[in-house]
């Protein structure tokens, strides 16, 4: 078989020595872009490393540091008789290695995707079937505002279970997800004199216009070490607050005991609400996640959570457990909205919920996330040290802190260029500017597209700092 030589000079890789990013990184990340792009074919074989090394003006080493790289990725085959082929990878794009044909990143570590691939179907599809053979003709009727009675048992007693709530069938309302149930309980509040919303800063932005559609001011209270400042919260005069107490979002700080008592306190104390968002509690990697606050005081506390971290954000499935007042209200709320959800993907979910099986597919979720995770830090630490990680080991995000000296828009575009989706804090800041950083969402990544992610934001990170 006759194979194809490449020449060092066809493949045209450029070094940048001024950016201070690792020569073997940029040589690698080169050859991985021209493989991808289908410049490189599977099958062609290298230029020798010696040559290669002769005419880029580097060490010998530095090319076989690169190619054994790409050897253990799978990219490179090396080749009894000293030669190093070309692996059949399927190429991504002709235009670039840069981006996607649909223009996205072609790694991207955008928040909110987790890995949906592992949807775990074969049940679902098991639960389905069950509920279409078993449902009375009656239950599709329109229905009762607050989901079915069937869904609100099973979640009540796995909120009880495994998250401390003190959860009553009666008082919990299925809506989707957290965005549904926290415009209607916005609206419900607004309609009840509430006025003010305090919310985490820097926290989710979605929350602030949707409050802001609601007739209500949101204000921005700092969240320290141990969740919300309680004395700022005081100060604030909100009359509601929204928590994510068991893992803040974005910064990934669990609430301290103290700082739950004093919140308990004040809402005692000025007669308040608190929201408690618990959108990702299921992953907690190195101990149990902390209970969560509405089974302290479940009068002052409108408890919401959803399916879409655990399962897929598609499904649009969410609940709340409601302090009774707000039930009757929230209940009217849903069924203007919408007439309720539908009844088949609610039964369906109370069946996979009552038989373990949601129980089954997070025990399943974990290690998965969890490698994710201890990846991306272990490779931050290693190639850019100078980010530092915030926040507990849990969820399918970590909040990242630039140092002195880089922004977010370099670093994003000089990560564009290189193919990969990194997102700021920016946004995040109720009072901005804030300090800068990155909220790394992993959920949806392989290893290997963490790590070459982690390769790449290294390399852009240097070239931000050279700008
Ligand atoms: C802080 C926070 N809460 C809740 C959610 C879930 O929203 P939903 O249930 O509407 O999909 C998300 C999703 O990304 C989130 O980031």
């Given at each position: 078989m006759t194979r194809i030589r490449t020449s060092s000079g066809e493949l045209l890789i450029e070094l940048q020595r001024s950016t201070g990013a690792p020569l073997h990184q940029q040589l690698e990340s080169g050859i991985r872009a021209r493989i991808r792009d289908g410049l490189l074919r599977a099958g062609s074989v290298m230029p020798s490393t010696r040559s290669f090394a002769e005419d880029l003006g580097l060490s010998r080493g530095v090319v076989v540091e690169a190619y054994q790289q790409l050897v253990a990725e799978g990219y490179l085959i090396s080749r009894g008789g000293g030669y190093t082929e070309v692996a059949a990878v399927a190429a991504i794009s002709a235009a670039g290695a840069g981006s996607m044909p649909d223009g996205e990143p072609r790694i991207d570590f955008r928040y909110s995707r987790p890995d949906v691939s592992q949807f775990p179907r074969a049940a679902w599809l098991r639960s389905m079937r069950r509920v279409l053979n078993e449902t009375p003709d009656r239950t599709l009727a329109y229905l009762d505002g607050r989901g079915t009675g069937e869904l609100r048992t099973a979640l009540a007693d796995y909120l009880n279970r495994v998250r401390g709530t003190a959860a009553r069938p009666e008082h919990m309302l299925v809506c989707h997800g957290f965005a549904q149930g926290s415009r209607l309980l916005l609206k419900v509040l607004a309609a009840q004199g509430y006025r003010c919303l305090a919310v985490e800063d820097p926290s989710d932005d979605d929350l602030r216009r949707t409050a802001a559609e609601a007739g209500l001011t949101a204000v921005g209270v700092p969240v320290l070490e141990g969740g919300i400042d309680v004395d700022a919260l005081e100060r604030s005069g909100a009359d509601v607050v929204l928590v994510t107490s068991a893992h803040q979002f974005p910064t990934g700080a669990v609430m301290s005991a103290e700082t739950r008592a004093a919140l308990v306190a004040w809402a005692a104390r000025r007669d308040g609400l608190v929201i408690e968002d618990d959108y990702d509690a299921e992953f907690r990697y190195d101990r149990e996640p902390v209970g969560a606050i509405q089974g302290l005081m479940p009068d002052r506390v409108a408890y919401a959570g959803t399916a879409s971290k655990t399962l897929a954000p598609g499904l649009r499935l969410g609940w709340m457990i409601l302090p009774p007042r707000l039930v009757e209200p929230m209940s009217r709320a849903k069924l203007m909205d919408d007439?309720?959800?539908p009844v088949f993907d609610q039964l369906a979910f109370a069946d996979f919920v009552a038989r373990g099986e949601f129980d089954r597919h997070l025990r399943r979720m974990r290690p998965r996330y969890r490698k994710l995770r201890d990846t991306l830090m272990e490779r931050l630490a290693v190639r850019v040290p100078e980010l530092v990680p915030t926040g507990i080991s849990a969820g399918l995000h970590v909040l990242v802190m630039l140092p002195e000296g880089l922004t977010e828009s370099a670093v994003q575009a000089a990560a564009l260029e290189r193919g990969l989706g990194v997102y700021g804090?920016?946004?995040?800041w109720v009072n901005p500017p804030g300090p800068g950083g990155f909220v790394f969402g992993y959920g949806g990544l392989t290893v290997s597209s963490v790590i070459e992610g982690v390769d790449l934001l290294a390399e852009a990170v240097a070239v931000a700092r050279s700008v």
């Open positions: 007439r309720g959800s804090l920016a946004p995040y």
